[in-house]
């Protein structure tokens, strides 16, 4: 069936009702061009073995789109079952099934191309609500390109079937020469996918204020933020809030962001739970997350809860509006890993704070920076392991303990300026008492011994008694025994240990011989020079200056 009018006349229909079959087995089942529509309503079948179930084609504008019976799409490539191209919906609803035969993958930036339940090009749809228990399904569930949606609600099931771990998506978000702006999207239903992602969003494109109260259940990345070369523009991820109930669930991450190079969002903010095979949350290397992460929910992964590769935060801002805040009863966890995994030249401006209850593994690695300190103002355990830099907060501290709980150092590695001063590390707050540290490692690298004498040299604002060992990260030449009574520390030299120790070794040989030699030197002048007839005091004077060189 084919209706269609022109620019200048469009053709006009005031209600569309279908209740029996139409079907197709070559072209468009249904289609409108330059048509004005008041009403749709399909609570019938509308199917075509080969193209479009139905095409709503440029110039068309229609108030109302209900579909509560089966629209589908036919197996050629770039076909689905409802297709809008350069037109506008009012109010789309389905409380039906929408899918389509077609098995055609995505492909990177021709991911529109895929077989899709819903494609959607260069349109606007004001409001878009997949009813509840009612089904999108496809290669790709709802394809969108170049077009805004004010509202999308999920309270059904959207879904993806594709096998493309990396590039299938149930919702698909692909920049084609203009961006997709999704105001509000909230999911209150299902997204899935068993072999690919649920959310996939290029760079380009964004949701303004996404909000889950669901379920996303996926085999890869529950949202993926990712650049396929269609834009050199920011990614922008806008507002992600997880409410108390919603949860996404991913074999990879729950929430992965590796899009450009900056970032922007108004932050994530999660009050539900993400759970994700690697991570929770994941930051790529490079990538610049110019926001912050409020947990209130649970946040687990099995390499670390959040693992940041990139950056989190925005240099020079208040530092205060970023990092990480782990708020009431928040959790941040990991099955194999650290709750926090900060790597691979990972950077966190601004603090990391808990103020809840549940304790927290926080791995700073080698080449990570945190640039504001750890907080802990809750009631439960900090566990720091520190081998990069945890810069100090506005009050000096790189520790602050200020709640009930507990911040424990499993190892902090201590590095030297280049004139030899150790960085101290300083704890504060209103219970220092309850800071401890298993180890502290001093590092070699332009270690000057002389400043290395007392506990204080090393960290300041924890009980003597709270440091259980002190130790270094060299070849094992220089030994540290540590006195908690006293809080001095005491250096001892393994000489059979390195090279130094070789050196060191060497250098008291080469004294010794030298010492002999002169010893033998001035014995021998003794004698040719003993004055037998001399005075005793001649005698003693000449002695003397002997003892002296042969002491040398």
């Known amino acids: 069936m084919v209706v269609y009018g022109s620019s200048s006349s469009k053709s006009t229909i005031d209600n569309f009702s279908n209740s029996g079959t139409i079907s197709s087995n070559s072209g468009e089942t249904v289609y409108f061009g330059n048509t004005e529509i008041k009403t749709f309503t399909n609570s019938g079948v509308i199917k075509s073995d080969s193209h479009q179930g139905v095409n709503i084609a440029s110039g068309t504008s229609i108030t109302n ?3 509560s019976g089966t629209i589908q799409g036919g197996n050629q490539r770039n076909r689905a079952g409802i297709n809008i191209t350069g037109s506008t919906i009012t109010n789309f609803t389905n409380s039906g099934f929408i899918t389509t035969s077609g098995t055609f993958e995505p492909t990177g930036a021709n991911s529109i191309k895929a077989s899709s339940g819903v494609k959607l090009s260069s349109s606007y749809i004001k409001t878009f ?21 004010d509202n999308f609600t999920n309270k059904g099931t959207i ?24 105001k509000t999207f909230t999911n209150e239903g299902l997204i899935k996918s068993a072999q690919a992602n649920g959310i996939a969003i290029e760079t380009g494109n964004k949701i303004e204020t996404f909000i889950n109260k669901g379920t ?7 949202m993926m933020f990712f650049d396929a070369g269609g834009t050199s523009g920011k990614a922008d991820i806008g507002k992600i809030i997880i409410e108390s109930g919603g949860i996404i669930k991913a074999g990879n991450d729950a929430i992965h962001i590796d899009g450009s190079k900056d970032i922007i969002g108004e ?58 805040t782990i708020e009431n009863n928040g959790f941040i966890t990991s099955k194999n890993g650290s709750g926090i995994l900060n790597t691979d030249n990972g950077i966190i401006y601004g603090n990391i704070v808990n103020k809840s209850d549940n304790d927290l593994s926080l791995k700073n690695d080698s080449s990570g920076t945190i640039t504001s300190g750890v907080k802990n103002e809750g009631g439960g355990t900090i566990f720091v392991n520190n081998q990069g830099t945890i810069s100090k907060d506005s009050s000096g501290n790189n520790l602050t303990n200020n709640g009930s709980g507990s911040i424990v150092i499993e190892d902090w590695l201590v590095s030297s300026d280049d004139s030899g001063k150790l960085d101290t590390v ?33 960290i300041t604002g924890i009980n003597n008694n709270n440091v259980s060992n002190i130790t270094t990260n060299g070849s094992g030449d220089i030994n540290l025994i540590y ?7 005491y250096q001892s030299f393994n000489l059979n240990a390195s090279i130094s120790g070789a050196t060191f070794r060497s250098l008291i040989s080469t004294t010794t011989r030298r010492s002999t030699f002169i010893d033998n030197v001035m014995g021998n002048s003794m004698q040719s020079f003993y004055l037998g007839n001399s005075s005793r005091a001649q005698r003693m004077a000449m002695s003397e200056k002997g003892n002296l060189y042969s002491d040398a």
Not at 159 to 182: F, K, R
């Open 65 to 67: 789109f209900n579909n």
């Open 129 to 149: 609500t997949n009813k509840s228990n009612k089904i999108i399904s496809a290669i790709t569930g709802v394809n969108i390109a170049a077009s805004t949606i």
């Open 159 to 182: 879904e993806s079937t594709s096998s493309n771990t990396q590039n299938g998506a149930a919702i698909n978000l692909v920049y084609l020469g203009n961006s997709t702006d999704i």
């Open 216 to 222: 996303i259940d996926v085999a890869n990345n529950g």
């Open 267 to 324: 932050g994530i903010d999660v009050k539900g739970r993400l759970e994700g095979g690697n991570a929770g949350i994941y930051i790529g290397g490079g990538k610049n997350l110019k926001t912050s992460i409020t947990v209130s929910g649970t946040i687990q992964g099995g390499n670390g809860g959040i693992i940041n590769t990139g950056t989190i935060g925005q240099k020079d801002a208040v530092q205060q509006q970023h990092g990480i």
């Open 426 to 458: 300083v704890v504060g707050g209103s219970n220092t008492g309850n800071v401890s540290a298993d180890n502290i490692t001093i590092d070699e690298s332009n270690l000057d011994l002389d400043n290395l004498d007392h506990i204080s040299d090393v």
């Open 483 to 489: 006195d908690p009574t006293t809080g001095k520390i």
